[in-house]
């Protein structure tokens, strides 16, 4: 049920973003259209976004380890670490 009423919107969004390519160069009239809008400082908001997300991460998961082992829900072995 979900599936079905999920499908024709999802055909639809994706025909709303098809219209939104631009094709033309020249307008009607013959003039040459404007640039298209580019984001200012792209890559830089990518990068922030992703680093952000990384570190974040990289804590939350920090925090649950020790969670496990403070609990002794989850305590490495040391055994595996010999190199004798």
Known sequence: MVLSRLVPLLQRQQFALHNQVRTAVYTKHGKIQSEPYRASMGI???????????????????????????NDLFVPSDDDDDDD
Do not use: P
């Open 44 to 70: 830089l908001k990518v990068l922030v976004t992703v680093i952000s997300g990384l570190l974040i991460g990289a804590a939350i998961s920090k925090n649950i380890a020790n969670f496990l082992e403070e």
